[in-house]
């Protein structure tokens, strides 16, 4: 069964305090990864994707990363409008589009 | 920006009775799918609907639940029978090339 575990599940950051969310996966034949972000009581809103073990993507303070086995979301100087949950998905080389979604990291960061 | 739309926004139902969620895909895209999220959940994938057909369902998604396209824009959701645990946010997403694109989403309350 494909599983996708997001770490840590709540991340407390000052403004201008950089760090990195982690997604593992275990996905017979990967063929995308997926980074969403969630604002409260709203629908996913996608970031990036990533198909292959060494690809990065990059968009103002969001960087992503994808190992064989993981994917890092990397924020740098962080501001307060990047507070929200961060969602990865994985599609899986066989399906017709079914994502399979981690249980999000909730970012805040204080002014 | 062309958006997935949802309508409603909020409803409530009494356990039993049938509901219908509507959405308005994205004009040119050809894949269509629903996911729910129970409060503090993950988002859990539904189904996948691909020229009028469905792809792919999960366990999730019984012989209470059907989708149908009836006409050219609008995607709906129907459950014919609702259950207390079928209280969640329903998402619809349209898909062209391998991004799905969500929209902002049902919360359905069944009492």
């Known amino acids: 069964e494909d599983q996708v575990t997001q770490s840590p599940e709540a991340l407390r950051l000052q403004e201008g305090e950089s760090s990195s969310l982690n997604c593992s996966y275990t996905?017979?034949?990967?063929?995308?990864l997926f980074w969403y972000r969630q604002d409260p009581g709203k629908g996913p809103e996608f970031l990036f994707t990533l198909y292959s073990a060494g690809e990065e993507k990059e968009k103002e303070r969001l960087k992503a990363t994808l190992t064989k086995k993981e994917s890092f979301l990397h924020i740098t100087a962080p501001k307060p409008e990047d507070s929200a949950t961060y969602l990865c998905a994985a599609l899986r080389g066989t399906s017709y589009g079914k994502l399979t979604f981690g249980q999000g990291t909730i970012l805040t960061v204080h002014p | 920006e062309p958006e997935v739309t949802q309508t409603p926004s909020h409803q409530v139902t009494q356990m039993g009775q049938e509901v219908i969620l509507r959405c308005v895909p994205i004009?040119?895209?050809?894949?269509f799918y629903w996911y729910r999220q129970i409060l503090g959940q993950k988002v859990e994938f539904l189904v996948s609907?691909?020229?009028?057909?469905?792809?792919?369902k999960s366990e999730i998604f019984d012989d209470q639940f059907s989708v149908e396209r009836p006409d050219g824009s609008n995607f709906t959701l129907k459950i014919r029978s609702t259950k207390l645990e079928d209280s969640a946010m329903y998402f619809c997403?349209?898909?062209?090339?391998?991004?799905?694109?969500f929209g902002p989403g049902t919360r359905l309350l069944v009492l």
């Open positions: 004009s040119n895209h050809l894949y």
């Open positions: 997403a349209s898909q062209r090339s391998e991004t799905q694109y």
């Open positions: 609907f691909y020229n009028n057909e469905i792809s792919e």
């Open positions: 996905v017979s034949g990967l063929r995308g």
